[in-house]
Each structure stands twice: as structure tokens, then as C-alpha cells.
């Protein structure tokens, strides 16, 4: 199904909507299918041993720009679901501006002693929960935002 454009920087509801709409049913259909079916190992669902990570290289602006859209940012959100994952929580957050703010990577609270939550950290916490070592395919110095899984 076409999925239209999501970089719409003029008539951002219009452009969007159904975007949103289709993205959030699909990943509901995903949900529910991988929670109707048995683990393939041990206990529980295949969502139990699925984690799925919806997010985005950038960003959209806080607020509308004069054609009623939203023009590139560099802070975003990912939406973390399965079995894995510490749900019903956000980790990170946003200054005044909507800008982000380091984050305490144990805890994924708000923590000016922290750093930056980045795709690659991401990565190499999925990486890591895989038994794989981060280090193989990122950045040795890459560190794994661990604070979105249990």
C-alpha cells in the first residue's frame, strides 16, 4: 500500500494523517499477530521473544512553519515494543526548546551528567540483547542505551 511522503513541509495534517493512521494499524496487526503465536523456545509469545524499534533518522519542528508543516529537526522519539522492553515509560526528554537532553543510560532518566540517546546506541543495546557484541559492526566506543529493556 502507498505510504505517501512523510516529508511534508507544508499541510503537515493533511500529509501525515493517514501516514499515521497505516503505520499504527500495521504495527498493531504486527503486535497482535506475534502475541498470538507460541515462542520458539520456551515459555510465552513470539512477542515475547520479538523487540521492534519504530523510529526515524530526524525529526519533525516543534511547531508549524508558515505553510502549516513541519521542517526537519534533529530530535526525534522511537516507540520500543516486545518482550524485552521496559514499557509504559519515557526515557530521555526535551529542554524548553525541544531540544534533548542527556540522559542517564541505566536508569534513561533526564541527567545532565549523561549523554545524548543516538541511533547507534539503540543499535548496540538491540546488538548486545542478541548476544552479539556491539563492538563487531559500531564504533568501539559505542555505548548501548540499555535503559529501554528489562
Known sequence: EARGSWDSHNNNFNAQNQGFQNTFRDIHSIVTNLAA???TSGPGTLLDQTTILLMSE??????????NGKDHWST???LAIGGSVAGGKVLGGTDDYQNAVA??????????SG???QAANLGAALLQLAGVNPASFLAADIRPFNAFLV
Open 115 to 117: 549523554q545524548d540517546i
Open 103 to 112: 540522559a542517564n543510560y541505566t536508569t534513561g532518566l533526564v541527567d545532565p
Open 37 to 39: 503465536r507460541n515462542a
Open 76 to 78: 526525534t522519539s522511537v
Open 58 to 67: 530526524m525529526g519533525r519542528t516543534p511547531k508549524l512553519n508558515g505553510d
